[in-house]
């Protein structure tokens, strides 16, 4: 018997299109009257879930955990969080800072900021007033970071 394509991430992701299509999360009725080939049958979610009912729960854990980790930060957000964390941890950011971990919402996400600075996190912390290293520069050297003047400062 050939593997199904669909896995729990796979799965909660139809449920969230259909979600988004319907208003509402679907039911086993729903589901099994859906298009087929669209969504996994409501019988392979209940085997991967168990139940029907635990495939929902499952869902909506999912989707907190999701909408928490994956918001989309303004450009005015990023700048003023790149302002406060150098403020509070007496450096600017850095890119592992908001590459790896939470930093409790402190930080934008990587994909945050280079959707909203086409230069990515260099970009970012120019328009946040921090100079970044040179390419190739260890953070042994964070003492270089200064901002960077303001227009009509030299």
């Known amino acids: 018997m050939p593997r199904s394509p669909w896995t729990k991430e796979s799965i909660f992701k139809a449920m969230k299109a259909w979600e988004k299509e319907h208003g509402h999360a679907p039911n086993s009725m729903d589901w099994r009257k859906s298009e ?73 996400s990587i994909t945050s900021i280079n959707s909203q600075f086409p230069g990515g996190f260099r970009e970012a912390l120019e328009a ?9 520069v260890t953070h042994k050297g964070l003492e270089k970071f200064r901002p960077l003047p303001r227009r009509g400062e030299s």
């Open 36 to 108: 087929r080939g669209v969504y996994p049958s409501s019988r392979h979610v209940a085997i991967m879930f168990g139940r029907w009912i635990d495939a929902i729960t499952e869902y909506e854990e999912w989707k907190e955990r999701t909408r928490k980790r994956w918001r989309l930060w303004s450009p005015l957000e990023i700048i003023e969080a790149f302002q406060r964390w150098n403020m509070e941890e007496g450096r600017p950011p850095r890119h592992a800072d908001v590459s790896h971990g939470d930093h409790g919402g402190r930080l934008p």
């Open 128 to 136: 946040s007033g921090f100079t970044p290293l040179p390419i190739g």
